[in-house]
């Protein structure tokens, strides 16, 4: 079956513009994690959403960052004026439930100019 | 709060030989569990290996088998008879076996970068 699907692969975009990235989970999948992994380091906790549950939000950076998932099912991660720094590949994963493995996708590399 | 540490930023094998990375973590919770993931040039993290920290049976897949140690907190990777395609990075990540936002979340470590020689 189909795996979790990110898109876009890649988005370059000015400093200061709103960038939205897409996650569509595996299907059936309750939960959705967003990391961000900045180059050449691991992987760095964002958001968590699981059922109709208020999701995790401990990991977000700042005000800046923030990310829906609609239906339970596809999550959008929207960075609002974005900075150098935000410069990193974005990967989404879901899983059946908390406690099972997680799959990813191939990640969203975002570039600000 | 939990941390993982990869001491080695890179590492290199000889294909068909064995190699072991390192990771160690630190955490004062009793139960958790462990994994580790390769991440290949494709971006996408896959599931290499896990262990329940519970269980005292190192966990082993076909050539991937880990050497847990609870009370050292250490929990390497070795790879037997390395393959051209094992060639990526791998990265040991720690997840809490508690039911709350603690538990949402792996924890990874900075990574190691296998290369594999022909």
């Known amino acids: 079956g189909a795996g979790v699907s990110q898109s876009p692969s890649n988005k370059v975009t000015e400093k200061g513009k709103d960038v939205e990235l897409r996650c569509d989970p595996i299907?059936?999948?309750?939960?959705l994690y967003w990391y961000r992994q900045s180059l050449g380091q691991g992987l760095e906790f964002l958001i968590y959403?699981?059922?109709?549950?208020?999701?995790?939000k401990s990991g977000l950076p700042s005000d800046r960052f923030s990310a829906e998932r609609t239906g339970g099912s596809v999550s959008t991660l929207t960075i609002q004026r974005t900075q150098q720094e935000d410069s990193a590949v974005y990967l989404c994963?879901?899983?059946?439930?908390?406690?099972?493995?997680?799959?990813f996708g191939n990640g969203t590399r975002l570039t600000v100019t | 709060a939990q941390t993982v540490t990869q001491s080695q930023p890179e590492m290199s094998v000889q294909e068909a030989e064995t190699v072991t990375l390192s990771c160690t973590y630190d955490?004062?919770?009793?139960?958790?569990?462990l994994f580790w993931y390769k991440q290949p040039p494709s971006r996408q993290m896959i599931l290499v290996i896990r262990?329940?920290?519970?269980?005292?049976q190192n966990a082993t897949e076909n050539r991937f088998s880990v050497n847990f140690q609870k009370a050292a907190k250490s929990f390497s990777l070795k790879i037997s008879d390395s393959q051209l395609g094992d060639a990526a990075m791998y990265f040991c990540?720690?997840?809490?076996?508690?039911?709350?936002?603690?538990?949402?979340?792996?924890?990874f470590g900075g990574g190691t970068r296998l290369m594999v020689k022909p």
């Open positions: 262990q329940e920290a519970y269980k005292q």
């Open positions: 994963a879901s899983s059946w439930a908390q406690d099972s493995p997680l799959h």
């Open positions: 955490t004062s919770e009793s139960d958790y569990y």
């Open positions: 299907s059936g999948h309750t939960a």
């Open positions: 959403f699981q059922g109709n549950s208020a999701p995790d």
């Open positions: 990540a720690y997840r809490s076996a508690m039911n709350n936002n603690a538990g949402n979340m792996l924890t």
